[in-house]
């Protein structure tokens, strides 16, 4: 649904909404699911204020809908998107002042399985729940008693690693069979088989505690995705590298000037001001009496990000990829202008601007060879593409609800993505290729290979469609690989003859961008990113940062994949 149309059954909610904000807010204290006790992808009914867990994983909120028809209206409590059953879409309110986007705010500040009280007790974990023993009397047998236990009943696949974890750390207790032999009098005990054998938690797929170690940037809005791009970036250390020898040389322009001053052309620009975030970042170190709700404040960069693209004022959510391009592509071009004004003063005249290299180009280009090949006369016509990305397609796969919510199952590969885009295309009929040595369209083939690899390489996974009227998005879990992704596959024949190291076609991946939430207007964006020094990941969710697994990344619906060439890694490590 585009954002500017108003949805007919969010007026009513956002009326009730006023007669009793604080009672909902104490109800988003309790994060799991009224249902199933899922303490993730959980939704709030606008109606009746119940928690329950989206159609992604156990569907209760659905079941909701369906059962009560009126409640139509549900607010995700981890990202505060809105979303309409009758309208089968996301919705955006116009009014930025009302009570409900207040909550929206609310939802954004506190959100996360861990939810501080307003005074200054210690945040508490939701405890896994008890084993309850039944309450018929024991069995004697000698001189001690062997009490019968009840094996907990699990309806709900969502419940699987709550008990488990919860039997792991109890010694296996034997059953009393209910039946007893006559003839001899005694008591036949017996151990469960499966029901005890539960799947255990995997615990490396657990988030760690929140961490003092890295620093996060604080949300004024709706700009998670500002902030998981910028994340990412911060860890990608030859772009860190590149960008100090920026500022080095900018420095040592300033001193020939004698002037102590910044070089006033940039001080407008996303370029010094991203410089300073990022720096902020890096050599950021805990400060005596940090609180984890400090974070440091983007707004300088914000501020000339809105004035040069002003549709990213405002608290509407926008595309973390869209965002990522503006990014760099604005960088590039103020370091290519910058660059040729200080060619100009020295009296040098750059004969084409636009291949002039910065710290973008130098470490996000690479190059495409397009070749179509004409099945009538067969010559082939080539052609050099630069790309700073690459976007991939994926299956638009139905997740299965009746299987383990707690267990990610990968059902693609992201080679298989690759595959994809670099297979042999067909062009006939309404796409045919004019051919200028037969002068006349032919059916052809049409294919490319990497003709340059570039040192950090973006994969962009197309998970947004359009449908109609809104933006869909497509759940298709991925497999990507964590180190010696192998790009020599899809290289041309000439360039693999250059490239014989393996460590000059094998990347590894730093960061990762990830979109949580239904639409692209919606939901909310985070990033995972590798401290190379340490071997540690680190998830950045806005202000939060928290350790994290290896596994857990690995097991992310990635949006965006950060990859470091593994010959520049070593080389900047």
């Known amino acids: 649904m585009d954002e500017d149309m108003d949805c007919p059954h969010i007026v009513d909610a956002a009326e009730k909404l006023k007669l009793d904000v604080e009672q909902i807010r104490a109800t988003l204290n309790n994060r799991s699911c009224n249902v199933c006790l899922r303490v993730d992808q959980l939704w709030m009914c606008m109606e ?144 469960p088989k499966t029901a005890l054998k539960a799947k255990p938690k995997k615990l490396l797929l657990k988030r760690g505690p929140r961490t003092n170690k890295k620093v996060g940037i604080s949300n004024s809005g709706n700009n998670c995705f500002m902030n998981a791009v910028w994340q990412s970036l911060r860890h990608l250390k030859p772009f860190i590298f590149c960008m100090k020898l920026f500022k080095l040389a900018e420095i040592k322009i300033s001193n020939q000037n004698n002037n102590n001053n910044s070089d006033p052309r940039l001080e407008h620009c996303i370029s010094q001001e991203m410089w300073k975030l990022l720096m902020s970042l890096v050599e950021w170190q805990k400060p005596e009496g940090y609180k984890f709700r400090e974070a440091i404040s983007p707004t300088a960069l914000l501020s000339i990000v809105c004035k040069i693209k002003p549709r990213y004022k405002g608290f ?84 299965d609800k009746n299987a383990d919510p707690s267990v990610v199952q990968p059902v693609d590969l992201l080679a298989k993505s690759l595959e994809h885009y670099f297979e042999i295309e067909e062009l006939n009929d309404n796409n045919s290729y004019f051919c200028e040595k037969c002068k006349s369209l032919q059916n052809s083939t049409k294919r490319f290979w990497v003709h340059a690899l570039p040192n950090v390489l973006c994969l962009h996974l197309k998970r947004f469609r359009w449908d109609k009227s809104h933006r869909s998005k497509v759940h ?33 991946l730093v960061a990762v961008v990830v979109h949580d939430g239904e639409g692209g207007g919606s939901g909310h964006y985070k990033s995972y990113a590798l401290d190379v020094k340490e071997g540690q990941w680190y998830e950045y969710n806005d202000e939060k940062v928290h350790e994290v697994g290896a596994s857990l990344v690995e097991n992310v619906q990635a949006y965006i994949l950060f990859y470091i060439k593994r010959e520049m890694g070593v080389n900047f490590s």
């Open 48 to 191: 009746c204020r119940q928690i329950l867990c989206g159609h992604n994983a156990a569907g209760h909120s659905t079941a909701h809908y369906e059962f009560h028809e009126t409640h139509c209206i549900f607010i995700n409590i981890e990202s505060a998107a809105i979303f309409c059953y009758k309208c089968n879409s996301d919705i955006e309110p116009k009014n930025h002042d009302d009570e409900l986007n207040r909550l929206r705010q609310f939802i954004l500040y506190n959100r996360g399985p861990i939810v501080a009280n307003n005074s200054n007790k210690k945040r508490r974990r939701r405890k896994a729940p008890k084993i309850t023993k039944s309450k018929k009397k024991s069995v004697k047998q000698g001189p001690k008693a062997i009490k019968k236990v009840n094996v907990p009943n699990i309806e709900n696949d969502c419940l699987m690693n709550t008990v488990s974890q919860a039997l792991s750390e109890q010694e296996p207790q034997a059953v009393v069979s209910e039946t007893v032999d006559n003839s001899n009098n005694t008591v036949q005990a017996v151990v």
């Open 316 to 399: 509407h959510q926008h595309d973390a990829h869209e965002f990522l391009m503006f990014l760099l592509d604005t960088l590039h071009d103020e370091l290519t202008d910058e660059k040729n004004k200080l060619l100009l003063e020295e009296g040098i005249i750059h004969q084409n601007p636009s291949k002039i290299d910065t710290l973008v180009s130098l470490m996000f280009r690479g190059y495409l060879l397009n070749e179509v090949l004409c099945l009538n006369c067969k010559k082939p016509s080539r052609k050099s593409d630069a790309f700073s990305d690459i976007s991939l397609d994926i299956p638009d796969r139905k997740i």
């Open 476 to 508: 298709t879990y991925i497999k990507f690989p964590m180190t010696s992704l192998d790009m020599s596959l899809y290289l041309a024949e000439e360039t693999k003859s250059v490239l014989v190291k393996p460590c000059s076609y094998l990347y590894d």
